[in-house]
T-cell receptor
Framework: DAGVIQSPRHEVTEMGQEVTLRCKPI?????LFWYRQTMMRGLELLIY????????DSGMPEDRFSAKMPNASFSTLKIQPSEPRDSAVYFC?????????????FGAGSRLTVL | GQQVMQIPQYQHVQEGEDFTTYCNSS?????IQWYKQRPGGHPVFLIQ?????EVKKQKRLTFQFGEAKKNSSLHITATQTTDVGTYFC???????????FGKGTKLSVIP
C-alpha cells in the first residue's frame, strides 16, 4: 500500500484565495482525520470522519474551513478565504478500528503558506 | 475538554545519555499512543499502551502507562543520533475515537 497520500505537498497562496487540500486514505481504513500543526499550537485535530460521515468538527477554526469526504478513498479540506494565520502544515491521517485499537497512519502533510 | 500536557518541550542530550519525556492527561485515558516525528517528516506510530501500569519495551525505548491511566512516559537508554526528532504522546478518552496529542518533546542528540 502506498500509505496516506496528500496533495499538494507545498502551497503558497495570497490572502483571500481559496485553498483545497486533498487526501487519499489507506484502502480499507474506516476513519479519516485532518490535523493542523503549528509551532505555537502543536497538532490540533480539525475534523474526523467515520465511514465517510463527519463525526466531530469542533476543531474546525471557523466557517472559512470546510471538509468533505465524498467517498471512502478521497477527502478534501478547503479554506475560503485563506488568511496568513492559516499558514501551517496540514496532515491527513487514516486508521482502521480494530477492537478499540485505532492507530493513525499519517500522510506526508501539506505545507501551506498564506502571504 | 481533554488536555494532554507533555514535558519537557525540548531536550538536548549528549550521544549515549538517557532521555525521558513525560505525558499527563487531565482525564483518565482508555489508552495512550506514542508517535515520533523526524525533522521535516510526519508523525509515525511507535506503540500503544492500554492497561493500567503497563510497561512495554522496544529495544532501547521503554514506555510506561501509569496506574491511574492519566500519565505515561517514554525513556530512551543510551541515545543515538538516529533518535533525533519530536516525540508525541496521544491520549484517547473512554468511548472516544479521537486522539488528543501532547505538544511533543523535541530531542536533539549531540554527537
Amino acid at each position: 500500500d502506498a500509505g496516506v497520500i496528500q496533495s499538494p505537498r507545498h502551497e503558497v497562496t495570497e490572502m483571500g484565495q481559496e485553498v483545497t487540500l486533498r487526501c487519499k486514505p489507506i484502502s480499507g481504513h474506516d476513519y479519516l482525520f485532518w490535523y493542523r500543526q503549528t509551532m505555537m499550537r502543536g497538532l490540533e485535530l480539525l475534523i474526523y470522519f467515520n465511514n465517510n460521515v463527519p463525526i466531530d468538527d469542533s476543531g474546525m477554526p471557523e466557517d472559512r474551513f470546510s471538509a468533505k469526504m465524498p467517498n471512502a478513498s478521497f477527502s478534501t479540506l478547503k479554506i475560503q478565504p485563506s488568511e496568513p494565520r492559516d499558514s501551517a502544515v496540514y496532515f491527513c491521517a487514516s486508521s482502521l478500528n480494530l477492537g478499540g485499537a485505532n492507530v493513525l497512519t499519517f500522510g506526508a502533510g501539506s505545507r501551506l503558506t498564506v502571504l | 475538554g481533554q488536555q494532554v500536557m507533555q514535558i519537557p518541550q525540548y531536550q538536548h542530550v549528549q550521544e549515549g545519555e538517557d532521555f525521558t519525556t513525560y505525558c499527563n492527561s487531565s482525564t483518565t485515558l482508555s489508552n495512550i499512543q506514542w508517535y515520533k516525528q523526524r525533522p521535516g517528516g510526519h508523525p509515525v506510530f511507535l506503540i500503544q499502551l492500554v492497561k493500567s501500569g503497563e510497561v512495554k519495551k522496544q529495544k532501547r525505548l521503554t514506555f510506561q502507562f501509569g496506574e491511574a491511566k492519566k500519565n505515561s512516559s517514554l525513556h530512551i537508554t543510551a541515545t543515538q543520533t538516529t533518535d533525533v526528532g519530536t516525540y508525541f504522546c496521544a491520549g484517547r478518552g473512554a468511548g472516544s475515537y479521537q486522539l488528543t496529542f501532547g505538544k511533543g518533546t523535541k530531542l536533539s542528540v549531540i554527537p
